[in-house]
């Protein structure tokens, strides 16, 4: 198959982060596109986790929110909200958190909250839903998020959601149990923290993407790693299954509903 | 419990300045009943609800709300909620007051408002800022092992609102599928009103089912089609399309009064509701 998007190769990118049996933790949106990626190419016996309490699910079609019938519909058992966050990501059973976000710092903090002040905000985001506690419990998380200077910033307007804190180890020194963010997948390549500083770092980059560009996308003087690996470019199948999957996707979402009678 | 019509359950149990919650994760969210609440017009509610969605778009668009507490407040898959955001942004129709917490910490509070416990407790809200910005998000330390826990004030409501399948002629009240924190919410409640698609002479026994009993239920009213353009698991999907199309909807005052006013103000009740958009379809 011959071409593909950057939108695509960040999917692909982040789906191969995930292996097969982990127990991972969905955000909607680009997370989700991952991981069922991830469960229709190499890791077919991946558990996944939406927050409406779906555990083990396995949608044909991508869900537009969290909580549609189709998650149920697949799942191997649906549990109350308050025990998927008590008694699974509150009590260390979840192997990776996969989040979104409208900002991030160059140690992983989250924003998804407010841009500006928060009594008075220029954009009112939709706020923290369970991304807190899966950023502070999951053994790991991995962030997915669209580099731009206004994305990827120096200062967040507002800390959502924690990765490394201030780094070093001011995270440890939290009663997080979690260890926080492993990689960043930005549209250009990954982000991994240093083992010492916490600090994010350009470790990866894809097919047709810079060292420059990077630098550019990132609002803070990006670090490179001593050996930045070139991604390998989208195999065939990969490209397929997740091209079926958006096309069974868009077409189940602009289907007319019957309207109860 | 009484069997009444919706109308007569927002009449009787819905006052002005109450603090109530529509729950309902995604999943059985009582759209019919907030129509209702926008239909005679109570004003100043404390709306309680982890994820506004549209149902609270609408309340808040309409002037119905004061305050809101909630932990997303989004239009999910699709972006954001512009009568939610225009009241916080610009106070249009009038001033929100916003009491933010998180999915798990909403939760907490729920479980220990159905428990009639003070406060929820959780280890949450860790290196979040939202702590600073609402006072209301508080520490205790363990007692046993010192450790920091998060607090969270226990929510109980004045009137909790749930759209679930099935009732009994008792009153007893069946939900499946995503049940989000529906059961904590319902319990929590000083009155707990449901509208279901179903009322049934006995449900089908099913151990381990979620089931709230009729003691715990003030009124039940039977309003078929109630979640829509949420979903019923059983009886009809979430129609996605309509979500998306809410954006555009919703995203101007003047469309989204056109659209208020012509689709749930002129109709009498959700089944006019309902035959005003396939009319419009």
Redesign the interface.
Known sequence: MSGWTRDEMMTVAAARLLWDRCVCFVGIGLPSAACNLARLTHAPEIVLIYESGTIGTRPDVLPLSIGDGELADTAACVVPLPEIFSYYLQAGRVDVGFLGAAQIDRYGNLNSTVIGPYAHPKTRLPGAGGAPEIAAHALQTFVMLKATPRSCVAKLDFRTSVGYLDGGGSRGRTTARGGGPRAVITDFGILTPDEETRELRLTAVFPGASVIEAQAAVGWPLRLAADIEPLPEPTAGELQALRELHTRTNAAHSRAVHLPA | MALASLRELIERHVRDGDRVALEG???LIPFAAGHEIIRQQRRNLHLVR??PDIVYDQLIGMDCARKLT?????N???G??HR??DA??HGWPGPLEID?????GM??A??AGAARLPFGV?????????PS?NPRIRSVQCPFTG???AAVPAINPDVTILHAQQADRAGNVSLT?????Q??AGLAAKKLLVTV?EIVDALPPAMNA?VLPHWVVTAVAHC??GA??A???G??????????AWDGISRERESFRTWMDRHVLGSRDHRGF?DS??AA?
Request: aromatic letters at 16%; charged letters at 15%; hydrophobic letters at 40%.
């Open positions: 994760f995604t999943h982890m994820t909630f932990s997303w407040g989004g999910p898959g699709v954001s909620l939610l955001r916080i942004e933010e917490h998180t999915h798990a939760a907490a729920y479980c959780l280890r949450g809200y860790i290196g979040t800022d939202l910005v450790e920091q826990l599928g995503i049940i989000g924190a059961r904590e698609e979620i078929p089609g829509y353009p979903y019923a698991h009886y009809y999907a979430r129609d996605n399309a309509f979500y998306q309902l958009l396939r379809a």
